[in-house]
């Protein structure tokens, strides 16, 4: 069909040759400007585009962005070639709801990817490669995040209606295998071999891994999984064990185990039990990096296999985290908030022919960005359903031909409080967790108290704007974000959550020091820019209409 | 090869308009006498043509619209049934511009366009923009409110020395929309669609004490419209004798039937009824063409003929269940958007057919070159449209033509036209896309969406880029039907009189 319809468009095109330089001049921003006698063949005809998405990678653990540690020689060589953004921002910290962005070019309330448990007609259908399909693109992907795989129950608990939402404009859909941990959370190695077969068509692939997942390095083998543990350390949970049902393996750093970590107590039957110590705090540190590090190995071989299959120079390159996560930064081990942290993502893009390898950009750029940039490259026309802007005037070195806006609106969508009550909470028991009676107990009250206060409903405003200086977070309900909150439910404890937070980027990056009360200005000026865009989306925006039905992700 | 095939099959009675008006543009240059239809045998340029100047410093015009004249049903563009004899005459001596695309498929938005050269997103006289503002009488808003800074045709030319009149059938032309904005004298009749019955007596008097000076004239009438019954009743001329006499032709009936329509999805109604429909609707224009060609016997008697370019033309046409709906405004197909549009020029003999696909944004500015008259320095660059004055001197015209509709409490549409026969219609509410090959299905029956989704695709962006570029961001904007209405009887929560 698509064969047919480009033969159709190109008859189309042969009968006005005027129309079709109206086409390229008009359509693009970044279009080119060929003679109209002898228009040069367009780059989509002969660039092959691959994504690669690392979920949950914090962009300050790769040497590239300045970590200090060896996690990421490959990833490292790769940015060297590329164009690096220093500042690139995802809109959420979940993972389907921020990957859809970068595949629609949308803000999550206008793409319709807000939580879990939306449905495939609620959901965008002009992705990327659904776009890039119309330009005779073999469209395939290998997938590792079983957030990309979700599948919808019925009442008889059994998978009897599949609704991929990710899969959706693939010809190709592959997913990773299970290692022996059951996980799988492992290197895409299958996307080499589908290169290596189709190597000499015109392709999109989107190759993604979900590694770094909590738990950290459980499926990083040894001795790479241990590489960055302080030596003779024995890990400061074991000897307070939670999950009593499990064989005495190494797993990696137990989700449950950080579940119950938060502003440096470790917590059971809500008490503090265990101080963390520096050891503690570096032992988990260590076993996110060998996770980082194990994934570069696989950077290493696609990058390799680029070459040895002579694709490099016909294929453009772009590297990217979904989105990153916090290492205790901010109380917890997790990823669940507006935080850099949690939002600011690496990104790289590496063209065939090298150009501007080597050259990195501090200005801050977005998600929603990244569509318009491979579709500008490509000289497609770009999307209007695309709310973000091609970075290729920026890569350029044409500051003042960037469209994109100076402000980056995150959105904390889903509330992750509304993910736990709907998933997490539910499915603690096929992972084998086992708490204590008294946790057990509690628990019920939480679900109960979070069906009574969020899961009837979305709350709203819980939102944040980024600049390249400044973040300004609103949670207006803050006082609910309190009550609700699952780390004050763990800990026993009623830590205050602000409804204004304001962070000076340049002083304090990692978000510490909440200033709002010193730049009143700052505040009133950003608030209401972020209100606006609010506003402006509002109406927009997608509630989730499947209720009362349990989620299964397989393979969690 | 197929394509020539499918086109050889069908009977020149039956042919397309499409189609036909093709193979016309063809015929112009040899085989004009093998052509059937009266009046088009002789679209051939001679040489007294090529030595027209096409410059007519101070002459009249006399600019009239035929409301809801569907193109289909004009003999000069292929219409098979003699209801046309006069305008199809003018068209003969004239340029008959035969693929001319409204841009709006309504009275209130389209008639505008001619006035101001924008499109209508940008005058703003559209029931999206428009501001309520009761208690006002019928009429929600005007030209000077929503757009200030746009100028008129009447002011340019009044600007210009021209003495300027407006006598209209009043409803979507009524002076409370600003439709009078630059006229001397801008006639219509309070609350009703009303005929050139009215408005030509009214033209003719005022031409009376305005003729020694140079003018510029509008004239209207809703004769061909639905919702305006001949004086005296229908005489049913055009009716099969065996007809049932479901309906009578009533403006009720009509009224009943569109919102059918919009309330359903389409209406039922029998094939004799389309047929008895269309015999109604082909006595209206046929009497409307025998009042304009009275008009016109006055106006050679005043001695005006050889001082006078005349624009006749449509604002957009009516619809009679080519897409199972009837009336207009709610669509954006061939039949409510293709127009017909006849300049004359003084002393013009013999005429020519125009095949290029223009818009009607190209009649003010095609105005202005012919009476060489410019825009006043802050408005130069009002004008989104160009002249067709190259077209009169065999030049190709022929564009990509845009149309938008902004339809009550109903649809929101926007529509682009390549020059090669593609058209994309996107619905603003529901995200809508419809594709049709117009070479190959001229009724636009078949969405090739699905087949065809790159141009889909394609198409989608132009459109959107066009308005956007024109400053109007499709994308920015929530599209609810039932915003704001131009009618206060439409707005939300209004109460039936």
Not at chain 1, 441 to 463: V, W
Not at chain 2, 178 to 187: E, L, P
Request: glycine content about 6%; charged content about 25%; some cysteine.
């Amino acid at each position: 069909m698509t064969r047919l319809a480009g033969r159709g468009f190109g008859r189309y095109l042969k009968a006005i040759p005027a129309a079709m330089f109206m086409l390229v001049i008009h359509w693009s921003d970044g279009g080119c400007s060929a003679a109209p006698a002898a228009p040069a063949a367009e780059r989509n005809e002969y660039t092959n585009v691959i994504l690669v998405s690392l979920d949950i990678l914090r962009p300050d653990h790769l040497g590239a962005y300045g970590y200090p540690k060896e996690t990421s020689p490959q990833i490292d060589r790769l940015a060297k070639q590329s164009v690096l953004f220093e500042n690139a921002i995802a809109h959420s910290y979940l993972t389907p709801v921020a990957h859809m962005s970068v595949i629609t070019g949308q803000y999550p309330r206008n793409h319709g990817m807000v939580s879990f448990e939306v449905s495939k007609n609620q959901v965008s259908q002009r992705t990327l490669p659904e776009i890039l399909k119309l330009y005779g693109y073999q469209t395939a992907a290998v997938v590792s995040s079983p957030e990309f795989f979700m599948r919808y129950d019925t009442e008889s608990g059994k998978i009897v209606n599949p609704k991929d939402i990710f899969s959706h404009a693939f010809d190709y859909y592959g997913r990773t295998v299970p290692d022996a941990t059951g996980s799988v959370r492992v290197n895409p190695t299958a996307a080499l071999d589908w290169l290596k077969a189709n190597k000499d068509r015109k392709f999109f692939l989107w190759i993604e891994t979900g590694m770094l997942h909590p738990p950290y390095s459980q499926t990083v083998p040894m001795p790479y999984k241990t590489q960055f543990d302080p030596p003779g350390y024995t890990p400061f949970y074991e000897q307070f064990p939670i999950r009593l049902g499990r064989e005495n393996a190494d797993r990696g750093v137990p989700t449950e185990v950080l579940f119950h970590v938060y502003r440096g107590n470790y917590y059971l039957d809500f008490q503090p039990i265990h101080k963390l110590t520096e050891k503690d705090v570096s032992f988990i540190n260590g076993r996110y990096d060998a996770g980082v590090y194990y994934t570069d190995t696989f950077i290493g071989d696609l990058l390799n296999t680029l070459d040895a299959l002579k694709l490099s120079g016909k294929t453009l390159v772009i590297f990217h985290s979904i989105h990153g996560e916090s290492l205790g930064e901010h109380g917890y081990f997790f990823h669940h908030d507006v935080f850099d942290t949690e939002v600011k993502t690496a990104l790289t893009m590496r063209f065939p022919d090298n150009s501007q390898a080597g050259k990195r950009i501090s200005r801050q750029v977005q998600g929603i960005d990244i569509l318009p940039t491979i579709l500008d490259y490509l000289q497609i026309p770009i999307n209007h359903e695309s709310q973000g802007a091609s970075l290729m005037p920026l890569i350029k070195g044409d500051e003042a031909g960037f469209k994109g806006s100076e402000y980056a609106f995150i959105d904390r969508l889903p509330w992750w409080e509304y993910v736990l009550g709907g998933w997490h909470l539910e499915h603690q028991s096929e992972r084998e967790a086992q708490y204590t009676p008294l946790e057990i107990a509690k628990m019920k009250d939480y679900r109960n108290l979070l069906n009574k206060t969020i899961l009837g409903e979305y709350p709203p405003e819980c939102i944040a704007v980024r600049t390249n200086k400044w973040k300004l977070i609103l949670r207006e309900k803050s006082n609910l974000l309190e009550n609700i909150s699952w780390w004050n439910f763990i800990s026993g404890k009623k830590f205050p959550v602000d409804s204004i937070e304001l962070f000076d980027l340049d002083k304090d990056p990692m978000e510490q020091k909440n200033v709002a009360k010193d730049h009143p200005k700052v505040v009133e000026q950003l608030k209401a820019k972020l209100l606006e865009w609010d506003a402006s989306i509002k109406k927009n925006m997608t509630t989730p209409a499947v209720k009362g039905q349990p989620l299964i992700i397989p393979y969690p | 090869m197929t394509q020539h095939n499918e086109h050889d099959a069908i009977s020149s009675k039956e042919m397309d308009r499409r189609e036909f008006l093709r193979r016309t543009a063809l015929a112009t240059g040899a085989i004009a006498a093998t052509m059937s239809i009266p009046g088009l045998m002789t679209g051939i340029a001679n040489a007294a043509e090529a030595k027209l100047p096409l410059k007519y410093k101070d002459y009249n015009v006399v600019f009239v619209s035929f409301d809801a004249l569907q193109a289909a049903h004009v003999g000069s563009l292929g219409y098979s049934r003699n209801v046309t004899p006069t305008i199809d005459a003018m068209a003969k001596k004239g340029f008959n511009f035969t693929n001319t695309i409204s841009v709006a498929s309504w009275t209130v938005p389209a008639s505008m366009t001619w006035f101001t050269g924008v499109y209508p997103s940008e005058h703003r006289l559209t029931n999206k923009f428009a501001i309520f503002n009761p208690p006002s009488n019928n009429v929600l808003s005007n030209l000077k409110k929503l757009s200030p800074e746009l100028v008129t045709l009447a002011e340019v030319l009044k600007q210009n020395g021209y003495a300027t009149g407006g006598f209209t059938g009043n409803a979507g032309v009524s002076g409370f929309f600003g439709y009078d904005q630059g006229f001397d004298q801008y006639f219509f009749e309070k609350g009703k669609f009303g005929s050139m019955g009215v408005s030509i007596p009214k033209a003719l008097d005022w031409l009376k004490e305005n003729k020694n000076k140079k003018f510029f004239m509008f004239l209207h009438g809703y004769d061909c419209h639905g919702q305006n019954i001949p004086e005296g009743g229908f005489d049913y001329r055009f009716v099969d004798k065996g007809y049932d006499k479901k309906y009578t032709g009533s403006a009720k009936e009509q009224e009943a039937l569109r919102e059918e329509g919009l309330e359903k999805g389409s209406v039922a109604v029998r094939d004799e009824d389309v047929k008895f429909w269309r015999a109604i609707y082909d006595e209206k224009i046929q009497r409307t063409d025998a009042r304009f060609k009275k008009f016109l016997e006055e106006y050679e008697k005043m001695g005006l003929l050889d001082k006078t370019i005349f624009v006749l033309t449509s604002d957009h046409g009516t619809e009679f269940f080519e897409h199972k709906h009837m009336d207009h405004g709610f669509s954006l197909y061939d039949e409510l958007i293709h127009v017909p549009l006849v300049i004359t020029l003084p002393k013009q003999k013999s005429g020519k057919i125009i095949t290029d696909q223009i818009s009607s944004i190209d009649v003010m500015p095609t105005i202005l070159d012919l009476l060489d008259v410019k825009m006043p320095e802050k408005a130069k660059n009002q004008l989104r449209g160009a002249s067709l004055v190259p077209a009169m001197k065999g030049k190709s015209v022929a564009k990509e033509v845009y149309s938008e509709t902004d339809y009550r409490q109903y649809t929101y549409k926007r529509s682009v036209i390549t020059k090669d026969g593609w058209k994309f219609i996107y619905t603003l509410e529901n995200k809508n896309r419809e594709l049709y090959n117009l070479k190959k299905d001229p009724k636009e029956l078949k969405n090739v969406v699905d087949q065809e989704p790159r141009i889909a695709y394609e198409l989608e962006q132009k459109l959107f880029a066009h308005f956007k570029s024109i400053g109007h961001d499709l994308s920015a904007k929530q599209w609810i039907p039932g915003l704001n209405p131009v009618y206060d009887s439409q707005a939300k929560g209004a109460v039936k009189k």
